[in-house]
């Protein structure tokens, strides 16, 4: 069964480095996003992404954060310079359509350290 | 805006028994959908089942059933003849206006052997 892939599975950095996490969604899948849940907390939704373009985002998707579809295959989240409060796990999802609901199906998620 | 109560943090069953876990919600639209996630100690969010809002008869896969009762905005989740594996969070979720999923805080399953 086709899957949402994440790599890595776990990444830690120094405060104030970039980071980039990677997903490759399932390849029928039209829609993408990235959703975080803070360890012990809800999860959150970040940013959707549909036909190259972002089309929704949250209050926590600030200018720190950026999407990409590089090669139209992978769907990354660039985090630049990390703070202490973006250690997470970090969940990619892609969506298809289906009689009118879009069901997103989520990778096995990154978690970010941040140090 | 959406949102979405779980207020249950910690649940348990015995195996091979009936569990109902509750979710309640808020939304303003009128095309909406609701979901169940499943997320085990491997942290991975898997869709348990989902209730589209205009439909009337309730959702079921397997095992999984829900009772969604829209006037009262109360969409539970019952696990039958519960088993070791179904042990996770539960995470209820909502989908309407947008395609961002709204989550709960979530419910902690127990299943005592």
């Known amino acids: 069964e086709p899957e949402v892939t994440q790599t890595p599975s776990h990444q830690v950095t120094q405060m104030g480095q970039e980071v980039i996490l990677r997903c490759v969604p399932i390849?029928?899948?039209?829609?993408f996003y990235w959703y975080r849940q803070i360890l012990g907390q809800k999860v959150e939704f970040l940013v959707s992404?549909?036909?190259?373009?972002?089309?929704?985002k949250s209050e926590i998707f600030d200018d720190q954060f950026s999407v990409e579809r590089p090669d139209g295959s992978n769907f990354t989240l660039k985090i630049r310079s990390t703070k202490l409060e973006d250690s997470a796990m970090y969940f990619c999802?892609?969506?298809?359509?289906?009689?009118?609901?879009?069901?997103?199906?989520f990778g096995q998620g990154t978690r970010l350290t941040v140090v | 805006a959406q949102t979405v109560t779980q207020s249950q943090p910690e649940m348990s069953v015995q195996e091979a028994e009936t569990v109902t876990l509750s979710c309640t919600y808020d939304?303003?639209?009128?095309?909406?959908?609701l979901f169940w996630y499943k997320q085990p100690p491997s942290r991975q969010m898997i869709l348990v089942i989902r209730?589209?809002?205009?439909?009337?008869q309730n959702a079921t896969e397997n095992r999984f059933s829900v009772n969604f009762q829209k006037a009262a905005k109360s969409f539970s989740l019952k696990i039958s003849d519960s088993q070791l594996g179904d042990a996770a969070m539960y995470f209820c979720?909502?989908?309407?206006?947008?395609?961002?999923?709204?989550f709960g805080k979530g419910t902690k399953l127990t299943v005592n052997p």
């Open positions: 992404f549909y036909n190259n373009e972002i089309s929704e």
């Open positions: 939304t303003s639209e009128s095309d909406y959908y």
């Open positions: 979720a909502s989908q309407g206006g947008s395609e961002k999923l709204v």
């Open positions: 390849s029928n899948h039209l829609y």
């Open positions: 209730q589209e809002a205009y439909k009337q």
């Open positions: 999802a892609s969506a298809r359509e289906v009689r009118g609901v879009t069901e997103a199906f």
